[in-house]
Each structure stands twice: as structure tokens, then as C-alpha cells.
């Protein structure tokens, strides 16, 4: 069965630091990304990462950084300097090809992990 499994999410002060982790099983991917979604807002681009390069969502550029532990097959999004409009549900998927940032060139989609960041 092929599975993305986000854990890490939290509640944090604004300037604080979360992981968040996409743990894959069932096969390997080249590349998985990051979205979230806030309350009454669509969902959006947050982060991905290929073999060889990452991507990011210029709200978040230079405050998070996506990385990944393939012997784990596992993906992470280091999120640091949080901002109340941070908080939202964050996903994890996997890339088909196409634009890094269209929701629909992603599949194996995860449950989410919520993230709220307190001002």
C-alpha cells in the first residue's frame, strides 16, 4: 500500500520552530512537496524537493527549509521564525510532473498535520 504519513505538527509561539516529517511507505518517489491549508483558504504551494534541487513558496523562502533522509524515505520541512499566518494544515505529496506549484500534479496525498501558530 502506498502511503505519505505527515506527523510533527504543534502548537508555537510566533518565532518559533516545528518539523514536520512526510514519512513514505509502499515505494520511492522523486519528489515530494508541501502544501498547506488555512482555515476558509484554498490550499497552496508550500515546498518540494526532487532529487537534486528545492523549491519554495515566497512566503516561506528563508524561513523554512525542506530536506529529506532517503534511507528513512522520509521528508521534512523545517519551519522556523513561524508567523500566525502560518497556521494551517500542512500536507505532504508526491510529485507526478508538471508544475511544482499546481495541487494537481501531486498524488498519494496525506492526512495532514495542523500547525497553530499563537501571536
Known amino acids: 500500500q502506498v502511503q505519505l504519513v505527515e506527523s510533527g505538527g504543534g502548537l508555537v509561539q510566533a518565532g518559533g520552530s516545528l518539523r514536520l516529517s512526510c514519512a513514505a511507505s509502499?515505494?520511492?518517489?522523486?519528489?515530494i512537496g508541501w502544501f498547506r491549508q488555512a482555515p476558509g483558504k484554498e490550499r497552496e504551494f508550500v515546498s518540494v524537493?526532487?532529487?537534486?534541487?528545492?523549491v519554495y513558496a515566497d512566503s516561506v523562502k528563508g524561513r523554512f527549509t525542506i530536506s529529506r533522509d532517503n534511507a528513512k524515505s522520509t521528508v521534512y520541512l523545517q519551519m522556523n521564525r513561524l508567523k500566525p499566518e502560518d497556521t494551517a494544515v500542512y500536507y505532504c505529496?508526491?510529485?507526478?510532473?508538471?508544475?511544482?506549484?499546481?495541487?494537481?500534479?501531486?498524488?498519494?496525498w496525506g492526512q495532514g498535520t495542523q500547525v497553530t501558530v499563537s501571536s
Open positions: 509502499g515505494r520511492t518517489f522523486n519528489a
Open positions: 524537493i526532487t532529487g537534486g534541487s528545492t
Open positions: 505529496a508526491a510529485f507526478k510532473g508538471g508544475s511544482y506549484r499546481t495541487i494537481t500534479n501531486y498524488e498519494y
